[in-house]
T-cell receptor, first 114, second 114 residues
Framework: DAGVIQSPRHEVTEMGQEVTLRCKPI?????LFWYRQTMMRGLELLIY????????DSGMPEDRFSAKMPNASFSTLKIQPSEPRDSAVYFC????????????FGPGTRLTVL | AQSVAQPEDQVNVAEGNPLTVKCTYS??????LFWYVQYPNRGLQFLLK??????LVKGSYGFEAEFNKSQTSFHLKKPSALVSDSALHFC????????????FGRGTSLIVHP
């Protein structure tokens, strides 16, 4: 298995532009998580999907952020409009079945908003 | 509610010496506990977990962790540190009867000196 796949790996954009981050979870995993990591705030959960349904989006910073999971093999995180404070590394993670199962993280997308 | 504390931002150890990275947790019920490692510019990787049974859990790269219910701790240990163990280490907890969403600690930077 290729593991969790994220694209792009790096994204540099200007303030005000729309940014879309993509994630392909491991086949058969029914839970998907989006995280953001910064030096200041560490690892923050943004949103959690179970069986393609958003279960907890309380970590989404504001309305500029949105996430979708149209099917079991694809999810997107969109920021519109982007701001410099959104600069961070964004991780997607997936896990299977029971809550005692570990998460598998993707390599992350490093976002820089100028 | 569930929480995790990693009281040390950084742990320094000489190569060949034993290492300990501390983690304490708080849950309403019984915990599932996890350790992850993050190397520079990479996603988090699963090291080991405690579900039930033997309190001493062995994982990848020679790491082990001991579940101590009375002290609500799950410290990560290794008998002999390697320079290649230098990385950011995260402890995480899920309440068995609670949400599928794990809570992560802030991470401890392990630095192994040659």
């Amino acid at each position: 298995d290729a593991g969790v796949i994220q694209s792009p790996r790096h994204e540099v954009t200007e303030m005000g532009q729309e940014v879309t981050l993509r994630c392909k979870p491991i086949s058969g995993h029914n839970s998907l998580f989006w995280y953001r990591q910064t030096m200041m705030r560490g690892l923050e959960l943004l949103i959690y999907f179970n069986n393609n349904v958003p279960i907890d989006d309380s970590g989404m910073p504001e309305d500029r952020f949105s996430a979708k999971m149209p099917n079991a093999s694809f999810s997107t995180l969109k920021i519109q409009p982007s701001e410099p404070r959104d600069s961070a590394v964004y991780f997607c993670a997936s896990s299977a079945g029971e809550s005692y199962n570990e998460q598998f993280f993707g390599p992350g997308t490093r976002l820089t908003v100028l | 509610a569930q929480s995790v504390a990693q009281p040390e931002d950084q742990v320094n150890v000489a190569e060949g010496n034993p290492l300990t990275v501390k983690c304490t947790y708080s849950v309403s019920g019984n915990p599932y506990l996890f350790w992850y490692v993050q190397y520079p510019n990479r996603g988090l990787q699963f090291l080991l977990k405690y579900i039930t049974g033997d309190n001493l859990v062995k994982g990848s790269y020679g790491f082990e962790a001991e579940f101590n219910k009375s002290q609500t701790s799950f410290h990560l240990k290794k008998p002999s540190a390697l320079v290649s163990d230098s990385a950011l280490h995260f402890c995480a907890v899920r309440d068995r009867g609670g949400s599928y969403i794990p809570t992560f600690g802030r991470g401890t930077s392990l630095i192994v000196h040659p």
